[in-house]
């Protein structure tokens, strides 16, 4: 079964925006590249803490 339309309901309060979207053309933001040396310590600090959770 196709549908050939989709029924829109205006949910916002008067006076609010409607919240971004990628159909309204959104895009989600970069996060920050960090630098290699950070990468590293994030990396170690992750293996050292690994012993102390039984989850992983």
């Given at each position: ?16 925006e ?34 102390q959770?039984?989850?992983q």
């Open positions: 079964m196709a549908v050939d339309h989709v029924l829109q309901i205006d949910v916002n309060r008067p006076g609010f409607v919240a971004p979207s990628i159909e309204n053309g959104a895009t989600m933001r970069k996060s920050p590249e960090f630098s290699p040396e950070v990468q590293e310590r994030t990396v170690r600090m992750v293996f050292v803490a690994k012993d959770y039984p989850s």
